[in-house]
């Protein structure tokens, strides 16, 4: 299950594991980069190295002018490997700390292991940093690769790494979490990543490009490697920012502030700067985006819900909060159209985690450790969840033609999936709103180190089961399935079972989406939830979801795509009938006609049925606008609420399920 806390660490801490191989003195080299493919890391790998025993540390340095660090080469009886190690002493703040940039040494777009020791003076955790300025930013950004606790002794850190050609001053440094204690460093290593990405292995798109799109969700740092991006045009259509384009990033609270001075404090200004990598790196290789995420909790920034934007100030009210809404949604998909209109955004998450795993709104208030990151901001303000329909009225108004807009949510396959159907049928009662749903999948193969997946797979079915009932469509968003003690037999047993769940509802899914590509850089890395390894290989679950399955493979190029959008267009995106509930012959109306068809279509399934013989037999989409009493599947019962709607009996066109 999801730890909220976790998942936010985990948004910017990569963890990797690596065999380090040390050479005795400091070297470094440019590496030839035609030797990366298809080998284990050895000797040839090694693009820098330093054990310190030549007493040289001029690589090193402390982190600018304010840094108090005091660095030099020392005799030290615990060295992990000869007698010398770097110490830092006079550290006066838990940033300060040995720093190498990488300039001369690494190059852009290629991924790297770092292998360092680090020894705190007493207890502290150690961590080994990236700093980086993306190109079109001022601010340098951080991005913690790994930490570890040490008490007085060496601990190995071990991490994989890029950065891309269009960043400026990186560097690598180790710094603390805790105090600012003094450290030593040893054995500092940085080697080629090994690439084993087999270029025969099927690709996913391929295999499943029959039934539905298969994505997958990155970062700009983990997109830094040219062979990570190889890797996703190889097997992924559709692609999702695991960051990117989070309120967190696209709120420009600079232009925000200075719209305010101005007198206007709610049109809130967005920028799309941080996302650019990604979304260059989708338009370049034609791979359709699913945007991720409209309103949300979390990841959402204070002050966005305060007066004057200020993150210390009171909370707006609803009315203020309702146009700032509108024109943040606007605002989005007006920076997209107006940069990007030629990537094929054919999905939104507008809403996000709405309920909690019973089905309840979240608690008001500003997501944070004290309540475990679940308090809800949007709750504070609205007093409720009244918030998720104005959010979809304005997406719709909003989001160009195509563009399927999504409610969506983890643990989905718990008690709130009864509350997600309700919600659907709620704010589509006078209109179509919502599109679909987005099961975010965040699963366990092993539960609590037990060989018991959770959910099991008849609960995720279910999911699927009732999701399906709704006529709306459903997308997987994020899947991704942990183990632990490396169970891969068990957790390639447990993904094609899923996959086969999601096979046999391929009518009502449009795409699966893993949440990340190699495991090293997923959110919950600690238990390797995805389909390759740190290396590229597939894993034993990649073979498990591909096999016995019949699919054309595409004579693509693996990379080097078309990119020339004259030549060869985006493809427009096919839009299915929109359903109404109620409307069985979707001809946009509810009226007497619909009974009708409804009666015919539950008294004579095999004339009127969705496969009847009579051209006049009902569609898919509408007998699931049609289904619209407690019980599953259609009846006269179906039929009687359709005609009390028409009526007036009835308020809605349908009885909600938990009434
Ligand atoms: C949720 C969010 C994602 C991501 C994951 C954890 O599922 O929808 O955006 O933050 O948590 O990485």
Same mark, same amino acid.
């Given at each position: 299950?999801k730890?909220?806390?976790?998942k ?12 380090c191989s ?27 190295s330093?054990?310190?025993e ?22 030290d009886?615990k ?26 040494i ?10 360092v ?18 190109g079109?930013?001022s601010?340098?950004?951080y ?8 008490q007085?002794?060496?601990v ?5 790494f ?33 690439n ?30 040219k ?41 809130p200004?967005v ?12 338009r ?21 819900f ?13 009315e203020?909060?309702?146009?700032r ?9 007006a ?33 944070a ?7 809800s901001?949007?709750?504070k303000?609205f007093?409720d ?16 033609e195509?563009c399927?807009?999504?409610?969506? +949510? ?7 999936s %009864?509350?997600? =159907?309700?919600?659907?049928? /709620?704010?589509?009662? @006078? $209109? ?32 699927l ?11 997987i ?8 003690n ?10 094609s ?15 699966v ?7 090293d850089?997923?959110?919950?890395? +600690?238990?390797?939830?995805l389909?390759?390894?740190? %290396?590229?290989? =597939?894993?034993?679950?990649? /073979?498990?979801?591909? @096999? $016995? ?15 020339d959008?004259?030549?060869d267009?985006?493809t ?63 009846t006269?019962?179906?039929a ?20």
């Open positions: 299950m730890g909220n806390l976790l936010k660490l985990s948004a910017c801490v990569l963890c990797a594991a690596m065999t040390a050479s005795p003195c400091t070297a470094f080299a440019v590496p030839n980069l035609n030797t990366t493919a298809a080998k284990l890391a050895s000797s040839d790998d090694v693009v820098f330093t054990d310190f030549d007493g040289d540390a001029s690589k090193f340095s402390k982190r600018g002018d304010t840094d108090t660090s005091i660095l030099k080469v020392i005799e009886d060295a992990p490997s000869g007698s010398k190690v770097l110490s830092i002493t006079g550290r006066d703040q838990s940033w300060n700390g040995p720093s190498l940039a990488v300039k001369g690494l190059e852009p777009n290629v991924k790297y292991d770092i292998s020791k680090v020894k705190a003076a007493w207890y502290n955790t150690v961590c080994v940093s990236l700093q980086h300025t993306p079109g930013a601010e340098p950004q991005t913690n690769l790994v930490k570890g606790v040490s007085g002794d060496y190995e850190l071990t991490a994989s890029a950065y891309g050609a269009e960043e400026k001053d990186v560097s690598l440094y180790v710094e603390t979490w805790g105090e600012a204690n003094d450290l030593c460093i040893d054995d500092f290593t940085i080697t080629l990543s090994p084993n990405m087999d270029p025969n292995a099927p690709s996913l798109k391929d295999v499943y490009g029959g039934m539905f799109k298969f994505g997958t969700a990155t970062t700009v740092s983990e997109i830094a490697p062979s990570t991006q190889d890797l996703i045009c190889k097997h992924f259509n559709s692609l999702t920012a695991g960051n990117e384009l989070k309120p967190e990033n696209v709120l420009d609270r600079a232009a925000c502030l200075a719209l305010a001075e101005d007198g206007d404090d709610t049109n200004q920028t799309l700067e941080t996302a650019k990598p990604i979304l260059e790196f989708a370049k290789n034609h791979i359709s985006m699913r945007g991720h995420v409209l309103v949300w909790h979390q990841q959402t920034p204070m002050w966005f305060k007066e004057n934007y200020d993150p210390d100030g009171e909370w707006v009210s609803k203020k909060m309702l146009k809404m509108e024109n943040y949604i606007k605002n989005v998909f920076a997209i159209k107006k940069d990007y209109s030629d990537i094929d955004f054919y999905a939104w998450d507008v809403v996000n985690e709405c309920f909690t795993d019973y089905g309840k709104p979240r608690a008001a208030g500003f997501p450790e004290e309540n475990n990151y679940e308090s901001p949007w709750v303000i007093g969840n009244s918030f998720i329909k104005p959010a979809f009225e304005f997406a719709k108004k909003y989001a160009p195509g399927k807009l999504y409610y969506n +949510d983890f643990n989905e396959y718990m008690d709130k %009864d509350a997600i =159907v309700t919600l659907t049928k /709620e704010i589509n009662s @006078d $209109g179509h709103y919502i599109d679909g749903i987005g099961m975010q999948s965040h699963l366990n193969v092993t539960n609590n180190g037990e060989p018991t997946p959770f959910p099991s797979v008849g609960m995720y079915r279910n999911a089961e009732k999701f399906s009932k709704t006529g709306l469509d459903i997308q968003t994020e899947l991704d399935a942990t183990v632990n490396k169970k891969f037999d068990l957790q390639a047993d447990y993904y079972d899923i996959m086969d769940a999601i096979v046999d509802y391929k009518d009502y899914v449009s795409a989406v893993v949440w990340g590509t190699t495991d850089q997923s959110w919950r890395a +600690d238990r390797d939830p389909l390759f390894n740190k %290396d590229y290989s =597939v894993k034993p679950c990649f /073979e498990s979801i591909v @096999d $016995g399955i019949e699919y054309v493979p595409s004579t693509d190029p693996v990379t080097d795509p078309v990119t959008p004259v030549t267009p985006v427009e995106p096919v839009t299915d009938p929109i359903m109404i509930w109620g409307d069985a012959n979707c001809d946009s109306n509810v009226d007497m006609a619909d009974v009708v068809m409804v009666m015919q279509a539950s008294l004579n399934p095999a004339k009127y049925g969705i496969n009847g013989t009579s051209e006049d037999h009902i569609t898919k989409t509408g007998e699931a606008a049609a289904d619209v009493d407690d019980n599953a599947g259609l006269v019962n179906d009687l609420v359709i005609q009390k709607y028409t009526l007036k009996l009835l308020a809605k066109p349908f009885i909600p399920t938990n009434e």
